[in-house]
């Protein structure tokens, strides 16, 4: 799993394009389901072992809502796509067109919305990965979490075990052109230690 972190620019890059595709396919999506212009902005990607993600991404206590799948197929993993929790409350705005229920609490609609909008999103970087490696990824229905970022991450590190602690998480900023805001998002590929393999030798570091 150290292979991660020894990465050169140029293999670095590859996996950036790869995200920046993701990211666009994703923005796409995202004004399709809501009606409003998105755009975004060039991904930043960090690379770390699972029980460190928290305090490099994200502050360890801050409220977030996260969207769990399985990755399967020819590559075989987790994929958690994260949101700062008034983030999901304005994404869950988004979807259904109105307010969401008082002090942005997560109703059935509401907790339904977004394990839609995860599906979609982590849909859209799974095929910009499989486009990018010429393989085929199948995503597992969502299911939800709610909670402080330690504690979802840090079960998440504890549901994987030791051999699959490497994390490659994409940060994206989804602007709204119409209202001047920001959405900040972050989509974390847990691939096990076979598909981490392959997706090194993609960027052939192997």
Partial sequence: MADLLQLNSLELDALRETANIGAG???TALSQMTG???MITVPTITIAALEDVPSRILPEEEPIVAVLMQMMGDLTGRTLLV????TAVRL??????RPTVANGAFGELEQSAIKE???ILSGAYMNALSEFMGLMLLPSPPSL?????TAVLNTAYLQFGTDRDMVVAVETQFYLQGEGQ???GFFLLLPDAASLQV???AVKVL
């Fill in 92 to 97: 869950a705005q988004l979807m259904l067109r």
């Fill in 199 to 201: 997706i090194l030798r």
């Fill in 117 to 119: 909008a995860g599906n």
């Fill in 182 to 184: 920001e959405l900040r």
């Fill in 145 to 149: 979490a709610i909670d402080m970022s």
């Fill in 25 to 27: 396919h994703a923005a």
């Fill in 83 to 86: 949101f700062p929790h008034p």
């Fill in 36 to 38: 409003d212009t998105i």
